[in-house]
Nanobody
Framework: QVQLVESGGGLVQPGGSLRLSCAASGSRLGFRAMGWYRQAPGKERELVAV???????LYADSVKGRFTISRDNAKNTVDLQMNILKPEDAAVYYC???????????WGQGTQVTVSS
């Protein structure tokens, strides 16, 4: 059974930093793309950053230059370093992993990020 376990959310002041971590397990096939999405109250879930698994990373325009995604393929982990956080970054952040060959999407349980003074 595939599981994605996130950690690292919390409360931070505007301008501060947080690092989210996600560990994926349970797949014999491994994962192609791994990344992070977020959903704020009343809004749709949106892509934040993704490591495509084919040598490229994608970022939402709103986080470019502030967030960095990093991945450890050997450990099946993906981290999101978030700097210069803004109140509009507040949301529940979800880890996502797309399994190789099947293309099945897996999601973590979500971790809350609150940006407030």
């Amino acid at each position: 059974q595939v599981q994605l376990v996130e950690s690292g959310g919390g409360l931070v002041q505007p301008g501060g930093s947080l690092r989210l971590s996600c560990a994926a397990s349970g797949s014999r096939l491994g994962f192609r793309a791994m990344g992070w999405y977020r959903q704020a109250p009343g809004k749709e879930r949106e892509l934040v950053a993704v490591d495509t698994g084919i040598g490229s990373t994608l970022y939402a325009d709103s986080v470019k230059g502030r967030f960095t995604i990093s991945r450890d393929n050997a450990k099946n982990t993906v981290d999101l370093q978030m700097n210069i956080l803004k109140p509009e970054d507040a949301a529940v952040y979800y880890c996502n992993a797309v399994e190789r060959f099947t293309g099945i999407d897996y999601w973590g349980q979500g971790t809350q990020v609150t940006v407030s003074s």
